[in-house]
């Protein structure tokens, strides 16, 4: 393929019609597959080396294609369960700082918490509707950025 063909929105229009809703046009690029024994490294898995799939990362970006990490197939996921298990873990976090800091002779520090608490949770909204690429990707270093460019 093409680099200049891997975002296309006409391709993914006429997909479209066939569903009957609209078509993000999605590239996919597999750098990691497990193996069956260790390899060099002592992991069980082959990485691509990323001056391979560097020019494939990059016309996807100059194309516009965002980013997006995926769980591998067969990894750990909830689903649909996602944010109800979230929510329910930070109502669980909250009650027990709660419970933790309240004695009957601390109200300072239980007020100190419950406003550490709002302005977190404030921040998070503002996050969610201002800034909501960065909830989107996951935390750590983008190697692509860090390796050289390869010439040509």
């Known amino acids: 393929m093409h680099y200049g063909q891997l975002y296309d ?3 993914a229009a006429s ?3 066939l569903v009957g809703e609209p078509v993000v046009p999605t590239f996919e690029i597999i750098t990691t597959v497990a193996s069956s024994g260790p390899g060099s490294d002592g992991n069980y898995s082959n990485e691509s080396a990323v001056e391979k799939i560097r020019p ?3 016309a996807a970006r100059a194309a516009g294609a965002k980013g997006v990490p ?3 197939t067969g990894a750990f996921n909830l689903g ?3 944010l ?3 929510v329910a873990a930070l109502v669980w976090i909250v009650l027990a700082l709660f419970v933790l800091v309240t004695p009957d002779d601390a109200l300072i520090p239980s007020l100190i ?3 550490l608490i709002l302005i977190g949770a404030i921040y998070f909204a503002w996050m969610m509707i201002f ?3 960065v909830l989107e990707s996951e935390p750590g270093d983008d190697e692509f950025a860090a390796a050289p460019k390869a010439a040509g």
Do not use: H, K, L, T
């Open 9 to 11: 929105e006409q391709v």
């Open 15 to 17: 997909y479209g019609a």
């Open 56 to 58: 494939w990362v990059d």
């Open 70 to 72: 995926e769980r591998a």
């Open 80 to 82: 649909r369960f996602d």
């Open 84 to 86: 109800p298990v979230a």
């Open 113 to 115: 918490v419950i406003g």
């Open 131 to 133: 800034n909501r690429e």
